[in-house]
């Protein structure tokens, strides 16, 4: 079993930043990437980024290029998403997941994590 928490959301003004943190425990051999993802109200779950936990190699979808980076600590088995230069429309819950292989599908990735609220508002 793996257990994934995020942390990290609140409220942030447009154009600011935050960095997300995803705590990652359990059986290391059951997964290989690390994702995020973000769900705004009435719409589907979507893929923003992954991160490779052999190479460490990170893995951006078009939609999002430019704003976010992934990063992870090997020490803490941990990974971070930060975005900067945050709009409205960048609120939504954020989640990670664990899963065997790249994909930005939400359906390819085994384990969530119950997900951090951001909200970008003045």
Known sequence: QVQLVESGGGLVQPGGSVTLTCAVSGNTRDYDVIGWFRQAPGKERGGISCISTRTDSP?????????????????????????????????????????????????DYDYWGQGTQVTVSS
């Open 59 to 107: 893995y951006y979808y078009d939609s999002v290029r430019g704003r976010f980076t992934i990063s992870r600590d090997r020490e803490k088995n941990t990974v971070y998403l930060q975005i900067n230069s945050l709009k409205p429309e960048d609120t939504a819950t954020y989640y990670c997941a664990a899963g065997s292989f790249i994909s930005e599908l939400p359906s």
